[in-house]
């Protein structure tokens, strides 16, 4: 699987994107990238995953770079109750490692008033 | 409704007791999982059911036995409880066997004393 390097934590004001990036240059051309969040004391939750093209969901938006190595999660209103760590995850879809997700440390984002 | 849940949601027992945490899940998914976080934050799968079929099975001590009576459910049952077994334990779900976009129960907080 490929790694993922994040930072450990970003803040952001609150009201304005919030811009999560994620270095993963050892991507396979099969492999998706996920985002997950857990907010304190929660579950993790799933976000959003993209293979190539830039996708947007309800929650957020994910841009991949053309080369894959990298991408970048968008909040892009972000509230105080984003404040959670985000979890950049590679793993390709399919095969035979059966849903078996690997978090890392994930960044720690603040979102302050 | 609650789309995966467990109980109990703190468990406070001693060294050497046996206990079981139980979860269920009402999406209609038909893969169910065990994740454990330690104190250091850090996620790892357990266990991964199928259809009541046992497909992940990650390096954990015998003590800890997964039971699945249904695809809707999955318990974890952990013998003689040892104080490094202190942790917060979830239980997720997915549609498929090999799907990356699980969803997370609240957890169970385990304390061993």
């Known amino acids: 699987d490929a790694k993922t390097t994040q930072p450990p934590s970003m803040d952001c004001a609150e009201g304005r994107a919030a811009n999560l990036p994620c270095n993963h240059s050892?991507?396979?051309?099969?492999?998706?990238v996920y985002w997950y969040r857990q907010i304190h004391s929660q579950g993790p939750q799933y976000i959003i995953h993209?293979?190539?093209n830039n996708e947007t969901n309800e929650m957020a938006s994910l841009i991949i770079t053309e080369d894959r190595k990298s991408s970048t999660l968008i909040l892009p209103h972000a509230t105080l109750r984003d404040t959670a760590v985000y979890y950049c995850i590679v793993r390709a879809a399919g095969g035979t490692s059966y849903g078996k997700l690997t978090f890392g440390q994930g960044t720690i984002l603040t979102v302050h008033p | 409704d609650t789309a995966v849940s467990q109980t109990p949601k703190y468990l406070v027992t001693q060294m050497g007791n046996d206990k079981s945490i139980k979860c269920e899940q009402n999406?209609?998914?038909?893969?169910m999982y065990w994740y454990k976080q330690d104190s250091k934050k850090f996620l790892k799968i357990m266990f991964s059911y199928n259809n009541k079929e046992l497909i992940i099975n990650e390096t954990v001590p015998n003590r800890f036995s997964p039971k699945s009576p249904d695809k809707a459910h999955l318990n974890l049952h952990i013998n003689s409880l040892e104080l490094g077994d202190s942790a917060v334990y979830f239980c997720?779900?997915?549609?498929?066997?090999?799907?990356?976009?699980?969803?997370f129960g609240p957890g169970t907080r385990l304390t061993v004393t």
């Open positions: 999406l209609g998914h038909d893969t």
């Open positions: 993209g293979l190539k």
């Open positions: 997720a779900s997915s549609q498929v066997r090999n799907s990356y976009e699980q969803y």
């Open positions: 050892t991507i396979s051309g099969n492999e998706y």
